[in-house]
Each structure stands twice: as structure tokens, then as C-alpha cells.
């Protein structure tokens, strides 16, 4: 049976480093893995008065998505250093206390691009709080910090550096083990 992870990035710009980076990792993934990207331009900003009746449609199926799937994958951008509005916006509607916390042990797998040389270190850090406090099993180890991304890309903006490709599918095995681990 097949590992369902669903892969989301902190950005909502069409050439998004971090969208290269999620769509690279879910056209490499392995056969024993079903990966589906969530896009969350259509997540509203959050309001505890829209979760009163229950989640607003775009937000019950972004949650949906994220309960069904045994791991979660999220590359995230850094804004002055720090986590992107639009990601930390759906992780507060995903860890809900009013409605259901979809985030609470679920396998989850951080990483992120930026063309600084840090490659999204502090907001990683963050997200990685965050999801820690929804009650996330966030893998630890390895770290993804991809610098310099905008070197690491072709013309028609594949990623092409052999380092960050090698470095992505090692990491998506861990992962793997991460979640198998888990749910033991
Ligand atoms: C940035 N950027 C940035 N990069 C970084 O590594 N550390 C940072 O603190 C910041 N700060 C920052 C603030 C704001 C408001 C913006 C818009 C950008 C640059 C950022 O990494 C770059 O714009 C990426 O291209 C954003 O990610 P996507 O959209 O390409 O995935």
C-alpha cells in the first residue's frame, strides 16, 4: 500500500523557489509513495468567528487533505526572517483547538529555498516550533537549507544542481522511515 504524503509550500508566487523545490520532490518521489500538493491560495485568512459553524470549505478540504495523508511536507520561504504569513495562516487553521487539529501526530517534514546562503534557517526553525506545538512529529534530522537557489536551477527552472537533487531524495527516504517509525 502506498504512503500518502501531501506536500504544501509557503508561497503563493507561480515561479516560487519553494514550488520548484515541492514539485521537484513529487515528480522524484518513489513508486511506495502517492505525493499530491496543496496550493493554499484559496485558504481565507483566519478568523475564529468562520470556525464557529464549522471549517469554511476551502479550509475543511485543505484539512481534509493534510488528516488523510500519513505524512506532510512543507517548503517554506523566509520573510525577514521569518515564517511566510500564508503558510503560518494555514497551520493556525489546521491546528485548530475549536475545530479538529489535523496536525496533531502527523509525520511532518520541513525544509525550504531561498537565494540567501542560510536557505530559510530561521523560518524553518519556526515552522518547526509551530508544528511542534500542534502536537506534529517533526522529523529532526536531516536539515534542509537550500541556498543560493537561484543557481541551482536551469533556464526552465528545474532544479539541476546534483548536490540539492541527491540531498532531496535521501531525505524523502528518511522521511519514509520517519513515518513508518510512527505509525509503529
Ligand atoms: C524576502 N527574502 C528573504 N530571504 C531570506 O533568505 N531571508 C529573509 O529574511 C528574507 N526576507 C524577505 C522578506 C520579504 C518581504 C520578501 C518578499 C522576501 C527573499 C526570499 O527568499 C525570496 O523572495 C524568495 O524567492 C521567496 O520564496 P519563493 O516565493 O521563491 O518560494
Given at each position: 500500500?502506498?504512503?500518502?504524503?501531501i506536500?504544501?509550500?509557503?508561497?503563493?508566487?507561480?515561479?516560487?523557489?519553494?514550488?520548484?523545490?515541492l514539485?521537484h520532490?513529487?515528480?522524484q518521489?518513489?513508486?511506495?509513495?502517492?505525493?499530491?500538493?496543496?496550493?493554499?491560495?484559496?485558504?481565507?485568512?483566519?478568523?475564529?468567528?468562520?470556525?464557529?459553524?464549522?471549517?469554511?470549505?476551502?479550509?475543511?478540504?485543505?484539512?481534509?487533505?493534510?488528516?488523510?495523508?500519513?505524512?506532510?511536507?512543507?517548503?517554506?520561504?523566509?520573510?525577514?526572517?521569518?515564517?511566510p504569513?500564508?503558510?503560518?495562516?494555514?497551520?493556525?487553521?489546521?491546528?485548530?483547538?475549536?475545530?479538529?487539529?489535523?496536525?496533531?501526530n502527523?509525520?511532518?517534514?520541513?525544509?525550504?529555498?531561498s537565494?540567501?546562503?542560510?536557505?530559510?534557517?530561521f523560518?524553518?526553525?519556526?515552522?518547526?516550533?509551530?508544528?511542534?506545538?500542534?502536537?506534529?512529529?517533526?522529523?529532526?534530522?536531516?536539515?534542509l537549507?537550500?541556498?543560493?537557489?537561484?543557481?541551482?536551477?536551469?533556464?526552465a527552472?528545474?532544479?539541476?544542481?546534483?548536490?540539492?537533487?541527491?540531498?532531496?531524495?535521501q531525505?524523502?527516504?528518511?522521511?519514509?522511515?520517519?513515518?513508518?517509525?510512527?505509525?509503529?
Amino acid at each position: 500500500q502506498q504512503l500518502k504524503m501531501i506536500g504544501i509550500a509557503g508561497s503563493l508566487r507561480k515561479d516560487s523557489f519553494n514550488k520548484i523545490i515541492l514539485r521537484h520532490m513529487a515528480e522524484q518521489r518513489p513508486d511506495a509513495v502517492d505525493f499530491s500538493i496543496y496550493d493554499l491560495k484559496h485558504i481565507p485568512l483566519f478568523n475564529g468567528d468562520l470556525e464557529v459553524n464549522g471549517d469554511p470549505e476551502t479550509v475543511m478540504n485543505f484539512k481534509e487533505a493534510v488528516e488523510k495523508a500519513d505524512g506532510l511536507v512543507i517548503v517554506t520561504p523566509e520573510y525577514s526572517h521569518g515564517v511566510p504569513g500564508v503558510l503560518k495562516n494555514a497551520l493556525d487553521w489546521a491546528a485548530s483547538v475549536t475545530n479538529q487539529n489535523v496536525l496533531d501526530n502527523k509525520p511532518a517534514f520541513v525544509l525550504g529555498a531561498s537565494p540567501s546562503p542560510l536557505g530559510t534557517a530561521f523560518a524553518q526553525a519556526q515552522v518547526k516550533q509551530t508544528l511542534t506545538a500542534a502536537g506534529a512529529l517533526v522529523l529532526q534530522q536531516p536539515e534542509l537549507y537550500i541556498g543560493g537557489i537561484q543557481n541551482k536551477l536551469d533556464k526552465a527552472g528545474n532544479l539541476t544542481d546534483e548536490k540539492t537533487r541527491k540531498a532531496l531524495g535521501q531525505s524523502m527516504d528518511t522521511f519514509i522511515h520517519w513515518i513508518q517509525k510512527m505509525n509503529t
